[in-house]
């Protein structure tokens, strides 16, 4: 209702009252409008969100983003040279690869040009070399299979009570009927889901060496791929509920095909981490729907500790087992996002406040992890540290976040950003309960990112097969890069066992936890001589 002389109140501090209330809502506009902004135009990271000159942080968070996988923009050589009181970063390529053939091509000056002028021949006294790197498009070849046959020619076998010819037995396809061999498939599934390419431009790739390999060509071997390996992501899955601590976060995806709903609704991609710090596993469920049943099939009767965040279906899990213990953890990089928002709404010019004094807080409390992972500290060592060290800071921030609470319009982004911390406060301090508890999910996110790049790569899925197809393949891949095991190479040993492997007992050998790395080591010089 627009307002008018007659239905606005005659008493002043009512007046007041309608005045101020309208500004704090003109604020929330104004600092919604500065955050969209931000979102489409402004940078994605946090991490030089501050400035220190006028009390913002000057640059990265300590420990923030040290699980983040590394950008795929090549990073430079850099040498350090003392210049007077600082140092200068004297930048240079990278050195080619030593391992690469080199093919040598000799440039040499004209006869006539090796005459010198006083009428002697001109000597070699030296030689100037630049390398370049050439490329050579993909080889393919045919495999070609011949089996010999035997058979008596004198007596035409009836002497014999074995079989009339004799042959020797077929190798076992991994897809019966199809022409895929092991280094096929695992080039397509490395390019789709760790390079985020589609089927589509695969497709056209192959097409470029004249070779014709369609979309739903692949789309399928995925599929039947992905059911010969379920005993394996079963396995990986114990690994997760092994340990005592676990990690979950979930994203949307767009299938098409979903019996009874329309291809415009939400269907969700799960991913679901944990396992010892040197054997780290990684799990992706696809789901229809956001709702607490996902988590909870997954996780069971687990009695760990769940890092999440702040999604409410995660409360249930802490009473699976009819227990009221608290058993989940908060993500840190949540929570101080919330405030980095505040920061970006505010605008550049905004003097720093409230949120600027909270991201410094919780700087310190990375700082105090960063010092833990340097001093390659074991469990117990992480423990006394943050008793010592961060437990103070949290008592702080917990004092500083109820005086703020009473200061900031509740309504206000600000506001919003310290209720959100007070709400959870038990679970977010929780992580110094126990030196193994991570203080973000980080590893979760770091997970989950490929499948987000890909996602605007590929846009949707078209069927709930390959959907769970996707979910079972990025199990394997993101699990090989948890433990530093590059995908491509890997998937190369484990496809050449598959037609073998039946069991979750007989792919433990070859998980990527487990796998005799020398195995990779050998394929990758065996095939292009690098060790």
Request: charged share 25%; net charge positive.
């Amino acid at each position: 209702m627009s307002p008018t002389h007659e239905n606005l109140p005659n008493d002043v501090n009512a007046l007041k009252d309608v005045i101020i209330e309208n500004y704090h809502e003109m604020q929330r506009m104004k600092e919604n409008n500065r955050l969209l902004k931000a979102a489409i135009y402004g940078k994605k990271s946090e991490k030089k969100i501050l400035n220190s000159d006028n009390g913002y942080l000057q640059s990265s968070f300590p420990g923030f983003g040290d699980e983040e996988t590394i950008s795929a923009k090549e990073k430079e050589v850099v040498e350090t040279i003392k210049v007077k009181t600082y140092n200068r970063k004297k930048r240079g390529r990278k050195p080619l690869p030593a391992h690469l053939p080199v093919i040598e091509k000799l440039i040499d000056i004209p006869d006539d040009a090796k005459l010198c002028g006083c009428g002697c021949q001109k000597s070699i006294i030296g030689q100037e070399v630049h390398n370049a790197l050439t490329h050579i498009p993909a080889q393919y070849s045919i495999l070609r299979t011949i089996r010999l046959k035997y058979a008596c020619k004198n007596c035409e076998g009836t002497e014999d009570q074995g079989p009339t010819v004799t042959i020797a037995p077929r190798p076992a396809q991994i897809i019966p009927k199809s022409f895929a061999t092991s280094s096929l498939l695992a080039y397509i599934m490395a390019a789709k889901f760790a390079d985020a390419l589609p089927f589509y431009r695969l497709s056209k790739i192959f097409q470029r060496q004249g070779i014709a390999l369609g979309r739903g060509t692949m789309a399928n071997w995925t599929i039947a791929l992905s059911k010969l390996l379920e005993p394996m992501v079963e396995a990986i899955q114990d690994l997760i509920l092994k340990y005592p601590v676990a990690y979950a976060d979930e994203t949307p995806l767009q299938v098409l095909k979903e019996e009874g709903r329309e291809a415009s609704k939400k269907s969700f991609m799960w991913v679901f981490c944990g396992g010892p710090p040197d054997k780290k596993a990684v799990i992706f469920k696809y789901s229809r729907t956001r709702a607490a049943d996902v988590p909870l099939n997954f996780f069971g009767n687990y009695s760990g500790h769940i890092m999440s965040d702040g999604y409410s279906v995660y409360k249930y899990v802490d009473k699976v087992n009819g227990e009221n213990e608290n058993k989940r953890l908060r993500c840190w990089t949540h929570g101080r996002r919330k405030f980095t928002d505040v920061i970006k709404a505010a605008g550049k010019d905004a003097e720093p406040g409230v949120s600027h004094k909270v991201v410094k807080i919780i700087a310190k409390l990375y700082s105090i992890e960063k010092e833990a992972k340097e001093g390659n500290l074991n469990a117990n060592e992480r423990h006394k540290l943050r008793q010592l060290k961060a437990k103070p800071i949290l008592e702080v921030l917990h004092n500083k976040l109820n005086t703020w609470k009473k200061a900031l319009p509740p309504k206000s982004k600000a506001g919003n950003a310290v209720q959100y911390f007070l709400n959870d406060w038990d679970v977010f301090k929780s992580y110094i309960d126990d030196g193994r508890f991570p203080i973000d999910n980080n590893l979760a996110e770091n997970a989950i990112r490929p499948f987000v790049v890909g996602r605007k790569n590929w846009l949707f899925c078209n069927t709930p097969a390959g959907a769970r197809a996707m979910a079972t393949i990025l199990s394997i891949i993101e699990t090989a890069k948890a433990n530093n095991i590059e995908p491509y190479w890997y998937m190369r040993i484990l496809f050449e066992k598959l037609p073998y492997l039946k069991t979750k007992k007989d792919f433990l050998q070859y998980l990527p936890q487990n796998i005799d790395r020398a195995l990779i080591d050998k394929l990758k010089k065996d095939t292009i001589g690098c060790g």
